[in-house]
C-alpha cells in the first residue's frame, strides 16, 4: 500500500492488541496492532516459544495444520447474501489458466494449468472483486440514499487489517472479504465508512452519527474485529 494513501487515510484496523493464535489451515498467526513495533516481535515469539512449540505439535499430530498453499476452495460461500459458488477444476498442463463463471448456476471453472495454485487464487480475487462491485456496491448506494451520506469514490481491495478506509481525497475503500461476513456486520462496516465522509476520524461526532444510523453499532464494531478468522485462506493469501 502506498505512503501517501496509508497517510491520508483512516484506519479501521481490527487489531487492537498482539495476538498469538495457531490457526487449521495456518499454522502460527501473530496479530498486531497497526503502528507496532515490529522490532518486538522476535522477542514475543521467543517468550512464548515453549507455548507454540506444544500447540503446534497438537495440532500437526491431529493433523489440523495444513499447507494454505495446497488448497484450492471447492464452494465459495458469502454469508452476506446466503450465496454458495461452486468451484470446478480441469487440470490442461499446457493451457493458460482461465476462469469462467455461470451466475444461473451459480458455478465457477478454473480451467488451464490448476497446479499453479498462486494463479487460480489470483484468478479468483479477481473474480471476488467482480462479485464485491455487482453485490456491496448497490447496498452502499441504497444506504447512501437512505442516509444522505456519499463517497465520490468507491474502490474494493484485497486488504489485510480492514475492512474499509476512507481516505482524504474523498475514495472510500472497501475489502473484499466483506462478502464472507453476515450482512449486519457488511452493513454496519458501510454506514461505518460513509459516516467518515462527514467525520475524518473517530470522534464522539463520528461515533454519535454511527449511532443514529446503526443503533447496535458497539456489538457489530465488535463482531467485525473479531470475524477476520471468516476470511477464507486463499483470499488471504
Ligand atoms: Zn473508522
Known sequence: ???????SSISCSWAKRVLLRILPDYGLVLTVPKNFDRSRINKILEDNRNWIERHLEEQA?????GCPE????KNIAFEANGETWQVRYFEYPHIRLRLTSDSDSRGIQLAGDTSDHANCYRLLKQWLRDQDKRILLPWLE??????????TRVQIKTQKSRWGSYSTRGTLS???????????????VLIHELCHTVHHGHSMQFWNLVRRLEPNYRQLNRETEEAHEKI??????
Open 70 to 73: 495446497d488448497i484450492l476452495p
Open 174 to 188: 472497501l475489502n473484499a472479504a466483506l462478502l464472507f461476513l453476515p450482512a449486519p456486520a457488511v452493513r454496519y
Open 1 to 7: 500500500m502506498k505512503l501517501d494513501y496509508e497517510s
Open 61 to 65: 499430530l491431529n493433523g489440523s495444520l
Open 232 to 237: 477464507p485462506g486463499w483470499v488471504r493469501l
Open 142 to 151: 441504497k444506504l447512501s440514499d437512505e442516509s444522505g451520506l456519499r463517497a
